[in-house]
């Protein structure tokens, strides 16, 4: 199952995660640079949400706190909460 995200901050405007239990199954971006929202979906495939926060929560884009890798992990998290 789906779950979408609308992003804050960043220039995507939402993500698509699809998560087996705690894996990354999909990902899917709307918007933003198409050359690192291709490769970031690549890059987190079979993580777990854990592993995906460990690696990109907190990153920041052009001074604006946020970027698209860290609103990834939040809606990983979101969407494994949604899931429970």
Do not use: H, W
Request: charged share 20%.
């Amino acid at each position: 199952m789906s779950y979408f995200y609308k992003t804050k901050g960043t220039c995507s405007t939402m993500i698509e995660v699809e998560l087996d239990g705690n894996i990354v199954k999909n990902v899917k971006f709307t918007g933003g640079c198409n050359g690192n929202l291709q490769a970031i979906p690549r890059l987190v495939q079979g993580l777990t949400v854990e592993q995906v926060e460990q690696k990109i929560s907190g990153i920041s884009c052009n001074g604006r706190g946020t970027s698209c890798g860290d609103q990834l992990a939040k809606a990983c998290r979101a969407a494994y909460e949604a899931s429970l």
